[in-house]
Structures are given as structure tokens and as C-alpha cells.
């Protein structure tokens, strides 16, 4: 709470919670899912589960991109790399991330040449300054950075820069969204649709969730009083038995998306026929790949790609997570053999996958209660 | 990944590259404007910047409100760190060290 208070108009932010409790009616329980890994972030860091009546639960969902990659997909993007004239370059998200054979970082040590941008324009920077050198960069995002990505792939044919490719893991959100619709084990009431991919796609291509599933979806913008005015927005919706997209973040995110962003990626990349997601397994028309046009700076194409799969330990249950069945907790690797200081599952990586944040947020705050009351107890 | 950055626009760069130059917290970096083409952005304007592309304009107080949202989450540091990556030619390509390196990724230039 005393977070929430900084951000603007705390008497809104009063307000908001109060129409919340007005609006659940207390014989139901709602089932709404955070699309996007940066909500699940602020939800834990502001506590707006202690806010929140009970019954209305909020479920982590698969919009983490570090999260749902395949484990093959980074040792597949390591092997490509390991020619001693090649450059791997990659956001440093990705750098603890394990593949079967070590992360990013460990391969490093090993004597890989691994750098860290934070611009894919910084990627082909760094290979127009080293044209001996080979430089593979591993994309990785939804549709917030894939535009990027793709603005940066023309620009290298543009100028011609033939020692630049891209080994490319974006994906798409929507398709996400529908594999856990059509998943049997998953009820949910609504959707708190992403903020930042929404300033890219727009709010259209969430439309056939209201239309034909008959849930409603609110695109939301990331302060507390943003999150609860989505959760009041989906309130009202369900309360009218109605099933909207409603926008939320109206100050970022416009209807139709930003068109340049959409013409970028539509030149460059098309439709992989099918992606494996992490948890999720394999997902049709999920992910992006370069287009024939492009194929000189596609290291998929450049390369012999190894297509390592590899399944994830048997006790975690990392997809069962990031399919909101399970709770972080309730995986039985959850704080004991993975921790953020020793990840077994990229949930735990990221600060927007719902296990490290879970971690950070809650399950630290609770094992410092656990030994207060231990040494009060003693003494 | 997921949240971005707020930065004012203080110069744009002439010619056909859409490149920029923001401020954030006192620090300048390039910026690639090129999904902004549609809605070019003024010198004073004020953006949201993702990997170093200027995504959306935004108003200066959600500006505001977007860097202290970027402090309530622990990640201002992390922010910096990467303004300061942004467009560093020199370091990047030399493989020298950036100043304020935190953790792993000071040393990931060596």
C-alpha cells in the first residue's frame, strides 16, 4: 500500500478499490489473467492482491518472452555461435537464461564471444565496426520489439551489411491467448490485456475474445490505479453480462496500433506454420520468422541450426505456471532448487516471469515473518 | 522488456535516418524515431522508448509518472544502464566497459 499512495490521485486509487468491492458480487469468484509479464510485475510489487476482495483471483499469464522460449532455442542459438569468428549478441535478459548446455553467461566463460546490447541497432552497429567478424543476434519479444527488429534488418540491407543475421525467436501474443482458451483446464472470466504490445497491434485483434468467447478485455496501462480501473472496467462489463475490448491506457495505446510499427514487421517477417512455446507446446501461426526477401540476414537459413529440443526437468512445472494452473508456489522446485540466485525455469529469470516476482515480492516477505515470529518465539 | 523508458526528444538528427537524441534523467542518448514516422515527434516532445526505439508520444506528465513507476518496480538502475548502452559505438565495438556497470554486465564488454 504504501507504494500505491506515490502515484497519482491516492483518492482514486481509494475510490477504484471501493467500486471493486461494490461491483463482485460476493457469491462469485472471477478468474482474471494478467496477459502481460510487466502487470504481473507491478501486481506483485504494488500488493494489489491485498487490496482486492478475495474472490477475485488474478492469474498469470504466458507474456513473459524470456519465459515462454524453449530451452533448444537457446542452446540452438549458442551452437550457431560457436565459430570463433562469431559474435553473439543478445539483451541481457537473456544472459541467465539456462539452455541444456549453460546460459549465455556461462557459455561466456567459456570463452564465447557473448555481448550484451540494448538496441537491436546497437547489434548492427557492432557488426558495421567489426566486418571481420560474423554477428548472430538472438531477437527475442513479442510485438513491443519485433518492430525493432525488423526496422533494424532493413536497415543492414539498406547498407548492405552482409555480416549481420538474425536468429529469430519473436512471437505473437494472440495465439498464446487462444491455446490457453482452448486449454481444458483453465475458466477464466477476463482478460487484462498488455500495454506496451497493445501500442503496437492496437486493441482489434483482441476483438474475437469478446466476440466469440464472450469475455471481456481491457487493455491497461502499468501504475496501481491503472490496473484497478481495468479491474473495475471488467467488473462492470461482467456485472452487465456484457463482453467488450475496452482501452484502458488510452495515453499510450491507440485503437488501430501505430501503423509504421505494423508495415515494418509486415515487410520483414511472416508466420512460422508453428512455434514451440514453453508450457504451452506447440502453438500454429505463433511466431515470426524473416521473409524469403530477408533470407541473408536470417541465421536460421545462414546456419546449420542444430533444432535441439529439450524437455524441461520432470519436477518443475514451469508449464503448468505459465498456464496460471498452478500457482508459483505450489510447483514443488518453488524456492527450494529454484530460486532467482539458481534458476531452473526461466519463470525464475526474468523479473517479469510470476515466479520471480512471486519470490521477490511475497514468499521473501513471508519467510522474514516465519523467523520473526521463530526468534520472538524463543526469546 | 516489458516496461519502457521515458525520454524528451532534444534533437533529431537531419536526413533520411530518423534518429533522434533523448534525454533521461540527464542523460543523452541516440534514438531510433523510425516507428514514429507517422506521428513524428518535435524537439521538447516526449516519448516512451523501447530498445532504443521511440514507441509512442506520450504527454510530459505521464512521463513523470512513468519514471516513478520505473522506481517503485527496483528498475530505474536497470533503465539507466540501458540509456547509457544505447547507441555507445565506441564501447560496444571496442569492448571496453561502460561507467555504472552493474553486476554481470560490466564485464560482458571485456
Known amino acids: 500500500m504504501r507504494f500505491v499512495d506515490e502515484f497519482r490521485d491516492p483518492e482514486l486509487i481509494t475510490r477504484a478499490s471501493e467500486e471493486i468491492r461494490r461491483l463482485a458480487d460476493p457469491a462469485r469468484h472471477y478468474r482474471i489473467m494478467e496477459v502481460c509479464g510487466g502487470h504481473t510485475h507491478a501486481i506483485y510489487r504494488f500488493g494489489l492482491k491485498d487490496i482486492l476482495p478475495s474472490n477475485i483471483e488474478l492469474i498469470h499469464g504466458p507474456g513473459c518472452p524470456v519465459c515462454v522460449l524453449p530451452m533448444g532455442r537457446i542452446d540452438d542459438g549458442l551452437a550457431i555461435a560457436r565459430d570463433p569468428n562469431t559474435i553473439f549478441v543478445a539483451f541481457g535478459d537473456m544472459m541467465r537464461v539456462p539452455g541444456a548446455h549453460g546460459s549465455p553467461f556461462e557459455h561466456k566463460a567459456r ?40 526496422l533494424t534488418i532493413m536497415s543492414a540491407r539498406a547498407h548492405d551489411i552482409r555480416n549481420f543475421s538474425v536468429f529469430c525467436n519473436h512471437v505473437t501474443i494472440v495465439p498464446a491467448i487462444r491455446a490457453i482458451l482452448d486449454s481444458p483446464d483453465m475458466r477464466l472470466d477476463g482478460f487484462i490485456g498488455p500495454g506496451h504490445v497493445s501500442t503496437v497491434i492496437g486493441c482489434r485483434p483482441y476483438e474475437w475474445i469478446a466476440r466469440n468467447e464472450g469475455k471481456p478485455v481491457v487493455t491497461s496501462g502499468f501504475e496501481p490505479l491503472d490496473l484497478l480501473q481495468s479491474i473495475v472496467m471488467l467488473l462492470r462489463q461482467l456485472h452487465a453480462g456484457e463482453a467488450r475490448v ?134 | ?34 516507428l514514429l514516422e507517422d506521428d513524428m515527434p518535435k524537439i521538447g516532445d516526449w516519448v516512451l522508448i523501447h530498445v532504443g526505439f521511440a514507441m509512442s508520444r506520450i504527454s510530459e506528465q505521464d512521463a513523470a509518472e512513468q519514471m516513478r513507476l520505473l522506481t517503485a518496480l527496483g528498475e530505474t538502475e536497470q533503465a539507466m544502464e540501458e540509456v547509457r548502452g544505447y547507441g555507445l559505438e565506441n564501447d560496444i565495438a571496442n569492448g571496453a566497459g561502460r561507467d555504472g556497470p552493474t553486476q554481470w554486465s560490466g564485464k560482458s564488454h571485456a
Not at chain 1, 129 to 145: D, L, Q, R
Not at chain 1, 288 to 316: C, F, H, I, M, N
Open chain 1, 246 to 379: 475496452e482501452n484502458q491506457y488510452k495515453r499510450a495505446v491507440p485503437w488501430e496500433g501505430n501503423r509504421a510499427a505494423l508495415k515494418a514487421m509486415a515487410e520483414v517477417f511472416e508466420l512460422r506454420p508453428y512455434f514451440e512455446w514453453r508450457g504451452l507446446g506447440f502453438i500454429s501461426q505463433s511466431a515470426l520468422r524473416l521473409r524469403e526477401k530477408y533470407a541473408g540476414w536470417d541465421a536460421e537459413q545462414r546456419y546449420s541450426v542444430p533444432e535441439t529440443r529439450v524437455a524441461d526437468p520432470k519436477s518443475a512445472q514451469c508449464g503448468e505456471v505459465l498456464k496460471g494452473v498452478l500457482k508459483p508456489a505450489q510447483c514443488k522446485l518453488f524456492g527450494k532448487e529454484c530460486t532467482p540466485e539458481h534458476p531452473i525455469g526461466a519463470l525464475m529469470v526474468s523479473s517479469e516471469g510470476s515466479c520471480a516476482a512471486y519470490y521477490n515480492y511475497e514468499y521473501r516477505k513471508s519467510l522474514v515473518t516465519r523467523i520473526d515470529l521463530a526468534t520472538s518465539s524463543v526469546a
Open chain 1, 111 to 150: 570463452g564465447i564471444d557473448v555481448r550484451i546490447v540494448y538496441s537491436p541497432a546497437d547489434a548492427l552497429e557492432l557488426a558495421r565496426k567489426n566486418p571481420e567478424k560474423e554477428v548472430i543476434f538472438f531477437a527475442i519479444g513479442f510485438e513491443t520489439t519485433a518492430p525493432s527488429t525488423a
Open chain 2, 1 to 34: 522488456m516489458c516496461l519502457a523508458i521515458p525520454g524528451k526528444i532534444v534533437d533529431i538528427a537531419a536526413g533520411q535516418n530518423l534518429v533522434g537524441t533523448v534525454e533521461v534523467t540527464g542523460v543523452r542518448r541516440k534514438v531510433q524515431l523510425g
